[in-house]
């Protein structure tokens, strides 16, 4: 699963703020970084525009906590192998951490904690929202499903495509383990010599939980916090009237109260950064003009397939189809939310939305 479009928001006259980059490289297969003390940075193979996920593994005693796990893959479990081999010198992985649901973060969790014998620790919503995704495979395509991408401007192809995909999430994951230790927010967790802080976001997952460390100076963000992907935001059809926006801005703002800017970002993807206040900045900022640009667009009607161009720089091709319908209905519901548009569904089922006034 791909996790977000390049700088969905970005635009040239807004770029990118300038973040420092400490290395000059990042882990090699089979290898590992010293972050800090304790702290090592590996990668696990993605494939496809996303090449990697970084995961990192932090000194617990006389093993290794893990921070996320890679997808579900035979080339993951070899990455895997080769790390406990190697880097991890065939230490014992005594707790795994999850920062969220999607497969490339959690799809290896069952199998580290049950190759070790060891606790599953994520936020609730985070694990049951898990659950519930798997227990689609195998199922056809929701009729409500269907309703949705049609309202959306789905055309008949793209809806055909949508049945024949559907319930693949379970085929990123290993079995989740049946139990697991809640993470919340605001908790410390003690993990070797350090404690490190709950910090929850929401909007691109419902309970994203990072880790900040206050001692070593060290953000994991998973992806809440990308120095160069504009993490994916989106309605999906189980919660069409969500606003997750708003939750997502809310949130970011949040984080940058609560951890200092001096931290050392771990990100998902990427690369460890310096700048977590001027990227969240960033990031708020690019959905704020996007809006803007979606308010303008709106004095005419419109469908949700007909203002990615506002909202995106890259061409939509069928493969991003979804991403970017969910995450252009994100702005709308933000809209509607606010009262700033209406929406009116045709004789079709196709939803338009126009600005008030």
């Known amino acids: 699963m791909r996790d977000g479009l390049e700088e969905t928001t970005a ?86 951490f999850v920062t969220h649901m999607h ?5 290896m969790a069952g199998w580290l904690t049950r190759k070790f014998q060891c606790r599953l620790w994520i936020t609730r919503l985070e694990f049951l929202m898990c659950r519930s995704l798997a227990a689609d495979s195998g199922r056809e395509a929701p009729a409500d499903a ?18 024949s995909k559907f319930g693949g999430f379970g085929r990123g994951l290993h079995a989740l383990p049946d139990s697991f230790q809640r993470l919340t927010d605001g908790q410390v967790v003690r993990i070797g010599e350090h404690d490190w802080h709950v910090v929850v976001g ?10 900040w460390c206050p001692d070593l100076k060290l953000l994991i963000s998973g992806d809440q916090v ?26 970011l703002r949040r984080i940058k109260t609560r951890v200092p800017d001096d931290v050392l970002v771990l990100p998902a993807h990427n690369d460890p950064f310096r700048g977590l206040h001027a990227r969240i900045d960033h990031l708020v900022g690019g959905h704020e003009r996007g809006l803007n640009r979606l308010r303008q667009l709106l004095a005419e009607p419109k469908r ?4 990615f161009h506002v909202l995106f720089r890259r061409r939509i091709d069928p493969g991003l189809l979804g991403l970017a319908t969910g995450e252009s209905l994100a702005h709308l519901n933000h809209l509607l939310a606010t009262g700033e548009v209406v929406r009116r569904r045709d004789e079709a089922g196709v939803d338009w939305y126009r600005a008030v006034g």
């Open 146 to 163: 269907l309703t949705f991408y049609k309202a959306a401007g789905w055309d008949e192809e793209a809806l055909e495509t949508y049945r």
């Open 11 to 96: 635009i040239p006259e807004h770029p990118r703020p300038k973040l420092t980059y400490p290395f000059e490289a990042g882990p090699k297969a089979g290898e590992a970084i010293d972050i800090a003390p304790g702290v090592k940075w590996l990668r696990m193979p993605l494939g496809g525009s996303l090449a990697f996920i970084n995961v990192w593994a932090i000194e617990d005693g006389e093993g290794w906590a893990i921070v996320d796990t890679g997808i579900a893959s035979p080339d993951t479990a070899k990455a895997w192998r080769v790390a406990i081999a190697g880097p991890l010198e065939v230490r014992p992985v005594t707790r795994v």
């Open 202 to 211: 929401s909007g691109h997952s419902p309970e994203h939980g990072c880790l």
């Open 103 to 107: 497969p490339d973060h959690i799809g």
């Open 304 to 307: 949700a397939v007909d203002v």
């Open 226 to 251: 990308l120095p160069k992907i504009s993490s994916n935001v989106a309605v999906f059809p189980t919660e069409p009237e969500a606003d997750p926006l708003a939750d997502w801005m809310t949130s």
